[in-house]
Every structure is written in structure tokens, then in C-alpha cells.
């Protein structure tokens, strides 16, 4: 009986903010760069699995996954691949607006609501590795609000540190990019540049996070073999295609289905989410669809049936330059020099804080691969379905060889970690 290695996905991004003091009449153009230029979003079981409940006014809670849906469809207007973290934007934006005032503090309420997302399930030593870290990077000078600085060291436990981006923009550079690194895991090793932080950058907020997990039902890397990945213009990649048939929970639509892929650790409250439509041309309609009320209703509809699994594997990695995607969520007044107010960071008698711009990048990775104890694990799970599957059942096929739409979400809380859009495993 071969031993089945348990499959990981890895997961970090940082987001940043860069609020620039611009005296006079000058526009702040911070834009942070690494090895790429950043792509801009365009502007344009038996039983079911649990859900919470509707929500005919969005909470907290509702209120986040539909921000995080609204990046998305932002982020989707073109045809590629997606990889997101909403939860990490948010994180950062979070930072912003516990400075904001006036009509600014209102725009954020609108979107954030009055409390930032909360951590989602924590590491039960069973395989899962969730890493939130926040940091503020100060112009040395800066005259920073000392209960500011309190908020983000209290109720973020971020790291609140000044630099001297004018004068000594390579070492403020290398500091931060090494902290980038250090939280990521090495998976994110630079972000910012000097010529970067010379643009009249007076501040900069950051998160970061990185994830791991491991399948709690893992597929065999001698089940993997290469086949053809269908692309949306009818040509055709050959790419490796992971294989699994177990007992999953999965949603039937229309025109889709839903694969829920739990890991474990967390106490497998951590799941992926694979949405594939019936057919590669139906794409933006299941795209439409997407809505907080109708993900809860998907959720809460899966039953545990025998599916036979076919995924790619696939590795991205991108900078986004999210700063059009966050203005079309609603908050626009942040990013103006004339009305933007963040008097609760620091009081300039001459220049006015505003964010000049967001961005993301993310890294992502999925395989076959994990350790060994939890390899061990999967062959016990595996051995049990073996001899306790009914012969008679048939398996559902969720052969994923189109385009399709997947998300990371921690069900116990409803915050959507990370959502992508794979159309090309080979990038």
C-alpha cells in the first residue's frame, strides 16, 4: 500500500499603504515596486456542512466577506489569473482608519465597519500555519499621535518603527524588505526600493501573512499526471493534475459545482472553496453570482458525497497595485489631497496626510507535498475509505481542467483569507 504525502498550499502577501505628506500642492506618487511592475485592477457526511446563518443586514462579519468579494470582482475584469487576500487589505486598511477623522473615519465605517477582522482559527499543532503581522514605518520627525501609536502596538501588536526615508532611503529599504521577508517566510523578499521611498513618503503601514495547510484528505503525488488545461480562447496547456476520489462536501448548482476542501489544524475550520463551472464559457455568470447570502447558501447546502478530484497544480506569484480597487470599494476620499483626513496619526501644520497608493504582492503554491507525520495520517484516512466505501456508490467527477474560482475561508469566523481566479496554471 503506497503512503500518500499530504498536499500543502502556502500562502503570503503583504499589503502597504504609503501615505505621503506633500507640502504645497504636490501629489504624492509613492508606488512601490519589486522585480515585476505591479498589474493595476482595471476599473470597470451525511447532513450538510454548516454555514452561518442569513443576514438580512450585513454584520461585521458579512460586511468583510463582502468587501472581499468586491475586490475580487474588481481584481477580475481581465481574463488572467487572480490571487488575492482580502483579509490582508483589510488589515492594512484597518491601520488607516484607526487614524482617520471626520468624513474620512465615515467613508471607512461604510466599508470596514467599526471593528477590523478579528484572527481566524488558530494552530492546533495539527498541520495548520496561520501568520498575521503589522507593522508602521515613520518618516523620522513625524510628529505620530502617541494614542495612534498605542492603537496600532495594542490592538494590532504591530511594530511601530521611524526611519529616515529621505535621508537614508537604501537602509530604510533593506530594513523593511527584510522584515517582508522575515514574516513571509522568505516567500516575499523585497517590496519596496529606495527610489520609492524618496517620493516625499512620510509614512507607510503594512501586513503581512503567510499560510500553510495540509489537506485533511491528501492526494497521492503517484496519482499525478499531466494533462490538458483547457484556456478560455480554446487552446490548450499541458499541466500537472493531481487526482483524489474520497468522500467530500460539494454543492451542485445549475451551472457548477462547489468542491469544500478542509485542512487540518484550526480544527479543520479552514477550508478551500473550489467553485467550477459546468463549462469554460460560463465563467462570469458563476462569477456574477458570487455573493456573500449566496456563498452562505452553498455552504450550508454541501453534503458529503464520493467525488473524483482532478486539480492542477499550480504556483503564482503577482503585485497588484489594488490602489483603483480600493477606491471603487468606497473609501476615494482617503486617496485626496484636499479632503483626505488622518489628523488621528499625526498633526501637520502645513501638509496633510492622504494614502497615494495600496499593494499587494501574494505567492501561492499547490501540491501534493507535506511532512511526514502528516503523510502518515492521510494513509490512515485513506486505508479507512477503502474498506468502508460502498461498492455501490458512484463518484461525482470535479475534473477542474477550466478556468475556475477558488477561495481560502475560515468558516467558524466567514473572513475570506485569500480568493483567486486560476485560468492558466502555467501563468
Known sequence: MKAASAPLLLGAMLAALFIPASPGGLIGTACAQAAAAPRIAPLEASGTHSAPPDHPQLDSRARRAAVAIRLYRELARGSGNVFASPYSLEMALAMAQAGARGSTARAFAQVLGSDPAGLP?????????????????????????????????????????????????????????????????????????????????????????????????????????????????????????????????????????????????????????????????????LEQQLKVSALDDWVGQAERKLVEVTLPKFRDTDLLQLTAAAKALGIAVAFSKHQADFSGIAR????????????????????????????????????ATAVYQAPTEQPIVFDANHRFVYLIRDETTGDILFIGRMANPQG
Not at 475550520?269 to 462570469?284: F, K, R
Not at 502645513?350 to 499547490?366: A, E, F, G, H, N
Open 121 to 285: 482559527a488558530q494552530p492546533d499543532g495539527n498541520g495548520l500555519t496561520f501568520t498575521v503581522a503589522n507593522a508602521l514605518w515613520a518618516q523620522s520627525g513625524l510628529p505620530l499621535s502617541p494614542r495612534y501609536v498605542t492603537t496600532i502596538k495594542r490592538k494590532f501588536d504591530g511594530l511601530v518603527r521611524s526611519l529616515d526615508f529621505s535621508g537614508a532611503p537604501r537602509a530604510s529599504a533593506r530594513i523593511i524588505n527584510h522584515w517582508v521577508s522575515e514574516k513571509t517566510r522568505g516567500r516575499i523578499d523585497s517590496l519596496v526600493s529606495a527610489s520609492e521611498l524618496e517620493q516625499k513618503t512620510s509614512l507607510m503601514l503594512t501586513d503581512a501573512v503567510y499560510f500553510k495547510g495540509v489537506w485533511v484528505k491528501s492526494f497521492d503525488p503517484g496519482d499525478t499526471y499531466k494533462q490538458n488545461f483547457h484556456l478560455p480562447d480554446g487552446r490548450r496547456v499541458r499541466t500537472e493534475m493531481m487526482h483524489n476520489t474520497a468522500h467530500f462536501y460539494l454543492y451542485r448548482g445549475k451551472t457548477f459545482k462547489m468542491l469544500v476542501l478542509p485542512f487540518r489544524g484550526g480544527h479543520d475550520a479552514v477550508e478551500m472553496l473550489v467553485l467550477l463551472p459546468d463549462h469554460i464559457n460560463q465563467l462570469g455568470s
Open 348 to 383: 501637520l501644520v502645513s501638509r496633510r496626510l492622504y494614502v497615494s497608493s495600496v499593494l499587494q504582492k501574494t505567492y501561492v503554491d499547490l501540491d501534493e507535498k507535506g511532512t511526514e507525520a502528516a503523510a502518515a495520517t492521510a494513509v490512515m484516512e485513506a486505508t
